[in-house]
C-alpha cells in the first residue's frame, strides 16, 4: 500500500510540475522503492513502538524513536547529498 500510494502521490506531482513549470522543464523518473520501505518501517514503529532495538549495534532505542532517527537522517541527506 505505501509502495502504490507514493507511485501515485509521484505523478501527481509531477503532472502538477510539468503543467505549472513546463518552462523549466522538470522531468523526474520514479526508481527505488524507498518510500514503500520507510511505509514499513513507519507501521513497525507505530505498531510495535516500545521495542527496543538497537542504533548502530550499540545504542539501545525505542522503536518509535528509531524510526523518528531514521527519518530525520533521512530528512537532512536530502539536502547535503550532491550528485
Given amino acids: 500500500t505505501c ?10 506531482l509531477q503532472s502538477f510540475i510539468q503543467k ?4 523549466l522543464h522538470a522531468h ?7 518510500s514503500a520501505l520507510y511505509g514499513l518501517l513507519t507501521a513497525y ?3 510495535f513502538k516500545d521495542r527496543t532495538l538497537l ?3 550499540i545504542f539501545p532505542l525505542k522503536a518509535q524513536y528509531f524510526v ?4 530525520g537522517i533521512q ?6 547529498t550532491t550528485n
Avoid: D, E, Q
Fill in 3 to 12: 509502495g502504490i500510494g507514493s507511485g501515485l502521490v509521484f505523478l501527481m
Fill in 20 to 23: 505549472w513549470f513546463a518552462p
Fill in 75 to 80: 530528512f537532512f541527506t536530502l539536502f547535503y
Fill in 45 to 47: 514503529g507505530i505498531l
Fill in 28 to 34: 523526474a523518473v520514479l526508481v527505488g522503492g524507498a
Fill in 68 to 71: 523518528w532517527l531514521l527519518a
Fill in 55 to 57: 542504533f548502530m549495534m
